[in-house]
Every structure is written in structure tokens, then in C-alpha cells.
């Protein structure tokens, strides 16, 4: 057994990254597994969204709304460049929920959260107002706009293992525990790298299981923990067109199914739509939106649009599993959304396991795993709370800055062009000018890949970020490959191969061979 932390987390996504940068921050000796990349699983398929959940005060899920509301400003003020703030519209269909249940749910969403910096909600008259011309004339009149933030998900998983890594904790990706058993009270974890199969073991006083859709696998791993409660698999897929309406507000459209649908603007010429909600029963690592579900997401968006949405009108398709506490709801869209800890102590080392939880709530999420495990952790409980006050890497700015930080990049490095200024302030804040380094020209950074992707970044992303393949650079620390050829895709994997076989070949001493 090569080392023992105090907390070991199987786990690279929102929860098992959140918690692993809490810890960290507190003093503990941190060590994180993730069997593919970071973020690779559900949290990198969600509606990009940081909200409170308007629809779950339907389910009278009010605790869960209020923290989620509560958390939605404390994250935007710590990472201003991947949330930024979001004003969604709410039509009203006279044939769903009435006008007086609207204003009562969002009177609650505006005042039970302590919101501070997000404007409040307010009554359209959509016949007049800009949002209303989109939609089909005459029949939707009256409306409401209310403030949500939205999220890029993936980076916020993966600045959050940055800043855990930076305070000391070991992040490894393409890992796998294979075997994990309890010792002399120490819980020892066999892990395998699953791109070269070595195995290691390390001990840890602590265990984390935040496995996600895998949470019972994890368990079954040889832990001698019979899960008690259960994981409730629920498939959410999403669709990509390109950008429906010139405006820079959202939609969130009442189905006549009860479920709400969103319409959001993304990537500056798309327009992200989602999401479904339905029991999911197979591998989590094949989930893949079905024809049923395209068509669902298109037929409930034209029911309000002037302009149809189409099948064929989808440029891109993702979707992710869900792995929810099952609370025994009936059906999928009503099934909680809060979390659930499982706490076990075989032979007397704790074993925490996670079910459930969503983006918004991570961070707090994280704050009680820990005050559940304090007991049995080293690390000062003096710390707490302080991840809501230090910002994300690259988030050590006002919530106004970004826009005023890609003018800056534009004016320190005159080669990049707007656009790109833009999108680099907005992915990396003030670690922007670490990819660009002492570059004075675009010949500086490097090979370019195209959609403004060059090997400065990448290099950047490979040394920095855990990136070790295309799909990783291009859908998770980007979404470029919305903007890339299958023949740029190829070029980069091919570059980042080479890259890594050189950087991995053996090197020759001083007067040897190679």
C-alpha cells in the first residue's frame, strides 16, 4: 500500500470533485479516482443550468428550492466566467396551469432564496413585448420573466478538481477502483489505470462513494456494504439547433404532459433545447437520445414557436443519466431531486455514499458530507463555509468583469480576434493569459485546429486540466465540436497522441542512446 489519505472518492463528477475540494481546502490529504475523464458522466449532461427548480415547488420540494436558490448566487459570485446571469420566460397557456398558481410560484421563487443581485420577476405583455415575437401570434398574450443563471457544466467540474489539486489533492482520471476492502480500519482501494491496466493500492481512513449511476457497482466492489436505499436510473436527453431567435432571453414552456421543456440560447449560434425525463434501465455509459425523445422535444417547442422545430432541424444530440434517490414516485419527471447520504461503518471505517443531487447544490452538498464525516477526519472544521467565498480558478473577478476581461485580452493581445477574446474570458477568467503566455502573434500559439482552437490551448488543457484526448478538449472543456469538421477532430486526436507518446518515451541519459 503505497500511501494513506485521510479521504479517498471514487468519483470525478460535480459531488465527488466538490467534495474533494472542501476537503482539501480543510487540511485533510485528498485522493480522487475517476474511471474516464472528469465530469464524464451525468454532470456533463445536464441543462446547463444553475437554478433553483421552479417546477419542484409543484412537488412541494421546498427546502430544496430554497438552498438551490441560495446556492445559484454564491456560485455565480465565485466563477463569473462559466455562470452568468439568465432571464427566462414563462408563457401562459390557457389551457395548463393558471395565471394566480404562476404568480404564487414565482412571488416564492423571487423571495424565499435571499436573492440580492438577480433582478425579480416581472409580467410580459408578449403581444408587444420583443420575447413575444417568436411565438405563434395570438396565442400567447401574457407572460412572466424571471432570473435563473446558466452554467457551463463541465469546466465548473473541472475547476473545481483544479482548485482541489492546486490545495493539494490527487486527481486521477482514466483510473478505476477495481477492489476496495477494509483493513485493520483502514479502507484500502485497488485502483487500475485503464489505459495502461497498472494497478495500485492506497489506504484511506475515509471513503467517498460518489459513483453516480455506478453508486451500487461501487458498493459491490468487495466494500461488504449492502446498499439500503436505491438508485432511480432517469434519462434526460437534450437537442441542438441552431439559434432559433435573435434575443438573448430563455424560454420555459409548460407541456401539456405536466413537464416543463426550456429553450435556451448557447454558443452564441445555437439554441439548446431540453430536457426529458423517463426510467432508463441499461448501461448509464450508452445512454443516447432516441428518436421518441427528438421528437417529443421537437413537437412541444412548436407548439409555441412560430417556427417549427424539426427533426431534421438538430445539428447535435446528448443525453445523460440521472442517478436520483428512488423515493418511490410513480413517475420519473416526480422523483426527487434533493440527495441522500448513506453512512456505514463496517468494521469502523466510514463509507459515504451519495445518491442524488443536482449541479446547484453541489457545493452545499459537499459542506454536509464532510460535517457527516467530521468526526473521523483530521482536517479543521474551522474552514467551513469557505468554499462559497473563494472563487473558482480564472473566477477572482466582479460578476460584471468578463466582458471588460476579453476587451482586455483583445488589448494585450491585438492578434485575437473578438470572438476568440470572448470565448477564452468566458472558459478560463484571468487564467486566460496562461494559454496564451508571452504569444505576441496567432503563429505564436501554435497549430490550429480550427474554431479558433490552436496547441497553445491545448497544451494548456493537457498540463492543467486532465485532457487527454479530443472528445475531452472539443464536448467537455469546450463545445467546439459544435464548430469542428470530423477531419479537424481526427487532426487534433492525432496531435495530442503524438504529444503524449513523446511525452511518455523513455529519455536518453547524458552521452547514451535513446
Given at each position: 500500500?503505497?500511501?494513506?489519505?485521510?479521504?479517498?472518492?471514487?468519483?470525478?463528477?460535480?459531488?465527488?470533485?466538490?467534495?474533494?475540494?472542501?476537503?482539501?481546502?480543510?487540511?485533510?490529504?485528498?485522493?480522487?479516482?475517476?474511471?474516464?475523464?472528469?465530469?464524464?458522466?451525468?454532470?456533463?449532461?445536464?441543462?446547463?443550468?444553475?437554478?433553483?427548480?421552479?417546477?419542484?415547488?409543484?412537488?412541494?420540494?421546498?427546502?430544496?428550492?430554497?438552498?438551490?436558490?441560495?446556492?445559484?448566487?454564491?456560485?455565480?459570485?465565485?466563477?463569473?466566467?462559466?455562470?452568468?446571469?439568465?432571464?427566462?420566460?414563462?408563457?401562459?397557456?390557457?389551457?395548463?396551469?393558471?395565471?394566480?398558481?404562476?404568480?404564487?410560484?414565482?412571488?416564492?421563487?423571487?423571495?424565499?432564496?435571499?436573492?440580492?443581485?438577480?433582478?425579480?420577476?416581472?409580467?410580459?405583455?408578449?403581444?408587444?413585448?420583443?420575447?413575444?415575437?417568436?411565438?405563434?401570434?395570438?396565442?400567447?398574450?401574457?407572460?412572466?420573466?424571471?432570473?435563473?443563471?446558466?452554467?457551463?457544466?463541465?469546466?465548473?467540474?473541472?475547476?473545481?478538481?483544479?482548485?482541489?489539486?492546486?490545495?493539494?489533492?490527487?486527481?486521477?482520471?482514466?483510473?478505476?477502483?477495481?477492489?476496495?476492502?477494509?483493513?485493520?480500519?483502514?479502507?484500502?482501494?485497488?485502483?487500475?489505470?485503464?489505459?495502461?491496466?497498472?494497478?495500485?493500492?492506497?489506504?484511506?481512513?475515509?471513503?467517498?462513494?460518489?459513483?453516480?449511476?455506478?453508486?451500487?457497482?461501487?458498493?459491490?466492489?468487495?466494500?461488504?456494504?449492502?446498499?439500503?436505499?436505491?438508485?432511480?436510473?432517469?434519462q434526460g436527453s437534450h437537442i441542438v439547433v441552431k439559434k432559433l431567435y435573435e434575443h438573448d432571453r430563455a424560454y420555459i414552456l409548460q407541456?401539456?404532459?405536466?413537464?416543463?421543456?426550456?429553450?435556451?440560447?448557447?454558443?452564441?449560434?445555437?439554441?439548446?433545447?431540453?430536457?426529458?425525463?423517463?426510467?432508463?434501465?441499461?448501461?448509464?455509459?450508452?445512454?443516447?437520445?432516441?428518436?421518441?425523445?427528438?421528437?417529443?422535444?421537437?413537437?412541444?417547442?412548436?407548439?409555441?414557436?412560430?417556427?417549427?422545430?424539426?427533426?431534421?432541424?438538430?445539428?447535435?444530440?446528448?443525453?445523460?443519466?440521472?442517478?436520483?434517490?428512488?423515493?418511490?414516485?410513480?413517475?420519473?419527471?416526480?422523483?426527487?431531486?434533493?440527495?441522500?447520504?448513506?453512512?456505514?461503518?463496517?468494521?469502523?471505517?466510514?463509507?459515504?455514499?451519495?445518491?442524488?443531487?443536482?449541479?446547484?447544490?453541489?457545493?452545499?452538498?459537499?459542506?454536509?458530507?464532510?460535517?457527516?464525516?467530521?468526526?473521523?477526519?483530521?482536517?479543521?472544521?474551522?474552514?467551513e463555509g469557505w468554499t462559497g467565498r473563494a472563487p473558482l480558478p480564472g473566477g477572482d473577478m466582479d460578476v460584471s468583469m468578463p466582458p471588460?476581461?476579453?476587451?482586455?485580452?483583445?488589448?494585450?493581445?491585438?492578434?485575437?480576434?473578438?470572438?476568440?477574446?470572448?470565448?477564452?474570458?468566458?472558459?478560463?477568467?484571468?487564467?486566460?493569459?496562461?494559454?496564451?503566455?508571452?504569444?505576441?502573434?496567432?503563429?505564436?500559439?501554435?497549430?490550429?485546429?480550427?474554431?479558433?482552437?490552436?496547441?497553445?490551448?491545448?497544451?494548456?488543457?493537457?498540463?492543467?486540466?486532465?485532457?487527454?484526448?479530443?472528445?475531452?478538449?472539443?464536448?467537455?472543456?469546450?463545445?467546439?465540436?459544435?464548430?469542428?469538421?470530423?477531419?479537424?477532430?481526427?487532426?487534433?486526436?492525432?496531435?495530442?497522441?503524438?504529444?503524449?507518446?513523446?511525452?511518455?518515451?523513455?529519455?536518453?541519459?547524458?552521452?547514451?542512446?535513446?
Amino acid at each position: 500500500m503505497d500511501r494513506i489519505f485521510d479521504l479517498a472518492i471514487i468519483g470525478g463528477g460535480v459531488n465527488g470533485c466538490g467534495i474533494a475540494r472542501d476537503a482539501a481546502g480543510r487540511g485533510n490529504s485528498v485522493f480522487l479516482c475517476e474511471m474516464n475523464d472528469l465530469a464524464s458522466g451525468t454532470s456533463s449532461w445536464s441543462t446547463k443550468l444553475v437554478h433553483g427548480g421552479l417546477r419542484y415547488l409543484e412537488y412541494y420540494e421546498f427546502r430544496l428550492v430554497r438552498e438551490a436558490l441560495i446556492e445559484r448566487e454564491i456560485l455565480w459570485q465565485i466563477a463569473p466566467h462559466i455562470i452568468r446571469p439568465l432571464r427566462f420566460v414563462l408563457p401562459h397557456h390557457a389551457g395548463l396551469r393558471p395565471a394566480w398558481l404562476l404568480r404564487l410560484g414565482l412571488f416564492l421563487y423571487d423571495h424565499i432564496g435571499g436573492r440580492k443581485l438577480l433582478p425579480p420577476t416581472r409580467t410580459l405583455d408578449l403581444a408587444r413585448d420583443v420575447v413575444g415575437k417568436p411565438l405563434i401570434p395570438g396565442r400567447y398574450t401574457r407572460g412572466f420573466e424571471y432570473s435563473d443563471c446558466f452554467v457551463d457544466d463541465a469546466r465548473l467540474v473541472v475547476l473545481t478538481a483544479r482548485d482541489a489539486a492546486d490545495r493539494g489533492a490527487e486527481i486521477r482520471t482514466r483510473t478505476r477502483a477495481v477492489e476496495i476492502r477494509q483493513v485493520d480500519g483502514i479502507w484500502r482501494v485497488t485502483v487500475e489505470n485503464t489505459l495502461t491496466g497498472a494497478r495500485e493500492t492506497i489506504g484511506a481512513r475515509v471513503l467517498v462513494n460518489a459513483g453516480g449511476p455506478w453508486v451500487e457497482q461501487v458498493l459491490a466492489a468487495g466494500s461488504g456494504v449492502n446498499a439500503r436505499a436505491k438508485v432511480r436510473l432517469v434519462q434526460g436527453s437534450h437537442i441542438v439547433v441552431k439559434k432559433l431567435y435573435e434575443h438573448d432571453r430563455a424560454y420555459i414552456l409548460q407541456n401539456a404532459d405536466g413537464r416543463i421543456v426550456f429553450v435556451i440560447p448557447y454558443q452564441d449560434d445555437f439554441t439548446l433545447i431540453g430536457t426529458t425525463d423517463r426510467d432508463y434501465h441499461g448501461d448509464p455509459a450508452k445512454v443516447k437520445a432516441t428518436a421518441e425523445e427528438i421528437s417529443y422535444l421537437c413537437a412541444s417547442v412548436s407548439e409555441y414557436l412560430a417556427r417549427p422545430v424539426k427533426p431534421e432541424d438538430v445539428v447535435w444530440t446528448y443525453a445523460g443519466v440521472r442517478p436520483l434517490y428512488d423515493d418511490g414516485a410513480s413517475e420519473a419527471k416526480a422523483a426527487t431531486r434533493d440527495y441522500v447520504f448513506e453512512l456505514d461503518l463496517p468494521g469502523g471505517a466510514p463509507l459515504l455514499s451519495i445518491y442524488g443531487g443536482k449541479i446547484t447544490t453541489y457545493r452545499r452538498l459537499s459542506e454536509e458530507a464532510l460535517e457527516r464525516l467530521s468526526p473521523y477526519l483530521r482536517g479543521s472544521s474551522q474552514s467551513e463555509g469557505w468554499t462559497g467565498r473563494a472563487p473558482l480558478p480564472g473566477g477572482d473577478m466582479d460578476v460584471s468583469m468578463p466582458p471588460a476581461l476579453a476587451a482586455e485580452l483583445v488589448r494585450d493581445y491585438p492578434f485575437l480576434a473578438p470572438a476568440h477574446a470572448n470565448r477564452l474570458a468566458h472558459a478560463y477568467g484571468t487564467r486566460a493569459a496562461l494559454v496564451l503566455g508571452s504569444a505576441k502573434s496567432m503563429a505564436d500559439l501554435g497549430q490550429s485546429f480550427g474554431a479558433t482552437l490552436t496547441a497553445a490551448e491545448v497544451s494548456y488543457l493537457m498540463a492543467a486540466e486532465w485532457a487527454l484526448t479530443a472528445e475531452d478538449i472539443v464536448w467537455r472543456r469546450s463545445k467546439l465540436g459544435l464548430r469542428m469538421s470530423s477531419t479537424e477532430v481526427a487532426a487534433l486526436d492525432d496531435w495530442i497522441a503524438t504529444v503524449r507518446d513523446q511525452r511518455t518515451a523513455p529519455r536518453a541519459e547524458a552521452g547514451g542512446r535513446p
